[in-house]
């Protein structure tokens, strides 16, 4: 009797994990949108915050290496655009939001290092 308790127990719990990581993975958390700069080098960089725009300057260091692709942003609600220039011997990446988004960032800092 108790080796079928314990079964059915387990069974029962499976059943309701199951459920639970179900509506975790398979939950519309809404519009995810991401933009990716990849380098091949800890890149030295500052990010300067203005109203609806998010400045990365990158160092000259970096513009070395750039290799930099203008891509089209397709009816995104939240970026209205992206753009990228060169300014002295940086390089100056902007990203435009949308004003019916709020911008939120987090930076997590390790020992001095973002």
Known sequence: ???FLLLFLSIFSSFVYA????DVYHKNYGIIDRTVLVFEERPDYS???????????LSSDCEKTAILQNTQIPDNPV???FDFRKENSNLIFSI???????????????KGKF
Do not use: G
Not at 96 to 110: G, M, R, V
């Open 79 to 81: 970026l209205e655009s």
């Open 1 to 3: 009797m108790k080796k």
């Open 19 to 22: 459920n639970s990581l179900k």
């Open 47 to 57: 990010i300067i915050e203005e109203y609806k725009k998010i400045k990365i300057v």
């Open 96 to 110: 435009s939001t949308d004003s019916t988004y709020f911008l939120k960032y987090s930076t997590l800092e390790e």
